[in-house]
T-cell receptor, first 112, second 112 residues
Framework: GDSVTQMEGPVTLSEEAFLTINCTYT??????LFWYVQYPGEGLQLLLK?????DKGSNKGFEATYRKETTSFHLEKGSVQVSDSAVYFC???????????FGGGTRLMVKP | DAGVTQSPTHLIKTRGQQVTLRCSPK?????VSWYQQALGQGPQFIFQ???????QRGNFPDRFSGHQFPNYSSELNVNALLLGDSALYLC???????????FGSGTRLTVV
């Protein structure tokens, strides 16, 4: 079945550092790929998405590229802020649009 | 414009009891999905409701059941609660099978 693997955290960075959170997936067909962010005590918020190979999703300085050849969708940001501290989830959507399969989440802590 | 509303926000139940969680989808959305998020893990798909029917189900036992009402709101019922059912239960809504899903803040269930 479909699965998503992402790097374990926590990832601790200083403000303005470069961020990479790795995500790889296994799926049949051509799923859509997503990054969600979860702040303490809140639900999930969509950060960005890509629907086909070589698409780049971007939002709030974050970006990720759908790489079919390496089945990856790594999240990057050039300069993190303290306010980016949260848990980040990589996910894939089945072709029917019925369900999302999530990775285990990566906690990011950004220190001033 | 209200997003996805879930109630209650927290509750504590005893093993063997039954619980009902409620969800009102975002205005204009007609599809509701439920996810279970255990502590420190990614959300897992329970099931999805559309037109008052269960459209797809994840790998959860029959103790987990649901319902969707004509106004698109939904309930998640869990019977014979186990300690392992303790988790954050997230409701998500969308329009049809579109992949723009909005999540609620969740219901934190603790089984003692």
């Amino acid at each position: 079945g479909d699965s998503v693997t992402q790097m374990e955290g926590p990832v601790t960075l200083s403000e303005e550092a470069f961020l990479t959170i790795n995500c790889t997936y296994t799926a049949t067909g051509y799923p859509s790929l997503f990054w969600y962010v979860q702040y303490p005590g809140e639900g999930l918020q969509l950060l960005l998405k890509a629907t086909k190979a070589d698409d780049k999703g971007s939002n709030k300085g974050f970006e990720a590229t759908y790489r079919k050849e390496t089945t990856s969708f790594h999240l990057e940001k050039g300069s993190v802020q303290v306010s980016d501290s949260a848990v980040y989830f990589c996910a894939l959507g089945d072709n029917a649009g019925n369900m999302l399969t999530f990775g285990g989440g990566t906690r990011l802590m950004v220190k001033p | 414009d209200a997003g996805v509303t879930q109630s209650p926000t927290h509750l504590i139940k005893t093993r063997g009891q039954q619980v009902t969680l409620r969800c009102s989808p975002k205005s204009g959305h007609d599809t509701v999905s439920w996810y279970q998020q255990a502590l420190g893990q990614g959300p897992q798909f329970i099931f999805q409701y559309y037109e008052e029917e269960e459209r797809q189900r994840g790998n959860f036992p029959d103790r987990f059941s649901g319902h969707q009402f004509p106004n698109y709101s939904s309930e998640l019922n869990v019977n014979a609660l186990l300690l392992g059912d303790s988790a954050l239960y997230l409701c998500a809504s969308s329009l049809g099978t579109g992949d723009l899903v909005t999540f609620g803040s969740g219901t934190r269930l603790t089984v003692v």
